[in-house]
Protein backbone atom coordinates (compact mmCIF):
# COMPACT_ATOMS: atom_id res chain seq x y z
CA UNK A 1 0.00 0.00 0.00
CA UNK A 2 1.55 3.26 -1.17
CA UNK A 3 1.72 6.60 1.05
CA UNK A 4 0.41 9.31 -1.22
CA UNK A 5 2.31 12.83 -0.58
CA UNK A 6 0.40 15.67 -2.08
CA UNK A 7 2.80 19.13 -2.60
CA UNK A 8 2.06 22.22 -4.62
CA UNK A 9 -0.27 23.96 -2.32
CA UNK A 10 0.25 28.08 -1.28
CA UNK A 11 -1.10 31.66 -1.52
CA UNK A 12 -2.46 32.49 -4.73
CA UNK A 13 -4.47 35.57 -5.84
CA UNK A 14 -8.10 35.54 -7.32
CA UNK A 15 -7.41 34.06 -10.67
CA UNK A 16 -4.53 32.82 -10.58
CA UNK A 17 -3.38 29.17 -11.10
CA UNK A 18 -1.34 26.29 -9.19
CA UNK A 19 -0.53 22.53 -9.70
CA UNK A 20 -0.91 20.43 -7.27
CA UNK A 21 1.16 17.04 -7.20
CA UNK A 22 0.48 14.07 -5.79
CA UNK A 23 3.23 11.51 -5.36
CA UNK A 24 4.44 8.12 -3.68
CA UNK A 25 8.03 8.09 -2.85
CA UNK A 26 9.92 5.35 -4.51
CA UNK A 27 7.03 4.35 -5.91
CA UNK A 28 5.64 4.96 -9.44
CA UNK A 29 2.04 6.10 -9.92
CA UNK A 30 1.42 5.67 -13.42
CA UNK A 31 -0.48 2.44 -12.93
CA UNK A 32 -2.67 3.71 -9.98
CA UNK A 33 -6.36 5.05 -10.12
CA UNK A 34 -5.87 8.24 -7.91
CA UNK A 35 -8.66 10.22 -7.05
CA UNK A 36 -8.51 14.05 -5.57
CA UNK A 37 -10.09 15.43 -3.09
CA UNK A 38 -10.68 18.89 -0.90
CA UNK A 39 -11.88 20.07 2.37
CA UNK A 40 -12.73 23.68 3.36
CA UNK A 41 -13.52 24.66 6.81
CA UNK A 42 -16.46 23.93 8.05
CA UNK A 43 -17.53 21.77 5.23
CA UNK A 44 -17.74 17.93 4.30
CA UNK A 45 -14.67 16.89 2.06
CA UNK A 46 -15.51 16.98 -1.75
CA UNK A 47 -14.39 14.59 -3.89
CA UNK A 48 -13.37 16.17 -7.31
CA UNK A 49 -12.02 14.28 -9.64
CA UNK A 50 -10.07 11.35 -10.31
CA UNK A 51 -7.80 9.61 -13.39
CA UNK A 52 -8.01 5.75 -13.74
CA UNK A 53 -4.98 3.44 -14.42
CA UNK A 54 -6.03 3.56 -18.34
CA UNK A 55 -5.82 6.99 -17.56
CA UNK A 56 -9.83 7.94 -18.01
CA UNK A 57 -10.95 10.77 -16.17
CA UNK A 58 -14.11 11.47 -14.24
CA UNK A 59 -14.92 14.54 -12.71
CA UNK A 60 -17.11 14.25 -9.52
CA UNK A 61 -17.34 18.04 -9.39
CA UNK A 62 -19.75 19.90 -11.77
CA UNK A 63 -18.42 23.00 -10.65
CA UNK A 64 -14.61 22.70 -11.53
CA UNK A 65 -15.05 21.74 -14.64
CA UNK A 66 -13.47 24.56 -17.07
CA UNK A 67 -10.84 25.18 -14.35
CA UNK A 68 -9.39 21.73 -12.98
CA UNK A 69 -7.77 19.43 -14.72
CA UNK A 70 -5.50 16.29 -13.90
CA UNK A 71 -2.83 14.66 -15.37
CA UNK A 72 0.16 12.65 -14.45
CA UNK A 73 3.40 12.42 -15.73
CA UNK A 74 6.97 11.32 -13.99
CA UNK A 75 5.20 8.82 -12.14
CA UNK A 76 3.11 11.70 -10.69
CA UNK A 77 -1.00 12.62 -10.82
CA UNK A 78 -1.18 16.23 -10.82
CA UNK A 79 -3.72 18.28 -10.23
CA UNK A 80 -3.65 22.07 -12.13
CA UNK A 81 -6.24 24.55 -10.97
CA UNK A 82 -6.70 27.90 -13.02
CA UNK A 83 -8.74 30.64 -12.63
CA UNK A 84 -8.55 30.33 -8.58
CA UNK A 85 -11.58 31.39 -6.71
CA UNK A 86 -12.13 31.88 -3.11
CA UNK A 87 -14.59 29.19 -2.91
CA UNK A 88 -11.40 26.85 -4.10
CA UNK A 89 -9.28 27.61 -0.25
CA UNK A 90 -8.91 24.09 1.05
CA UNK A 91 -6.89 21.38 2.08
CA UNK A 92 -6.59 18.92 -1.28
CA UNK A 93 -5.76 15.34 -0.88
CA UNK A 94 -5.17 12.59 -2.83
CA UNK A 95 -5.84 9.47 -2.69
CA UNK A 96 -5.72 5.78 -4.76
CA UNK A 97 -8.79 3.57 -5.40
CA UNK A 98 -9.75 0.16 -7.49
CA UNK A 99 -11.51 2.53 -10.13
CA UNK A 100 -12.95 6.26 -10.36
CA UNK A 101 -16.41 4.73 -10.50
CA UNK A 102 -16.17 2.56 -7.26
CA UNK A 103 -14.87 5.74 -5.37
CA UNK A 104 -13.10 2.96 -2.98
CA UNK A 105 -10.54 5.83 -2.04
CA UNK A 106 -7.76 4.86 0.67
CA UNK A 107 -4.21 5.74 1.55
CA UNK A 108 -4.75 9.46 2.08
CA UNK A 109 -1.90 11.37 1.58
CA UNK A 110 -1.76 14.63 4.32
CA UNK A 111 -3.27 16.83 2.50
CA UNK A 112 -1.70 20.57 1.21
CA UNK A 113 -3.34 23.55 1.58
CA UNK A 114 -4.65 26.12 -0.87
CA UNK A 115 -5.31 29.80 0.36
CA UNK A 116 -6.84 32.23 -1.86
CA UNK A 117 -6.95 35.88 -1.09
CA UNK A 118 -6.74 39.24 -2.41
Known amino acids: QVQLEESGGGLVQPGGSLRLSCAAP????????IGWFRRAPGKEREAIICISNSNGIQYYSESVKGRFTISRDNGKVYLQINNLKFEDAAVYYC?????????????WGQGTQVTVSS
Open 26 to 33: GFTLDYYT
Open 95 to 107: ATAGACVNRDFKS
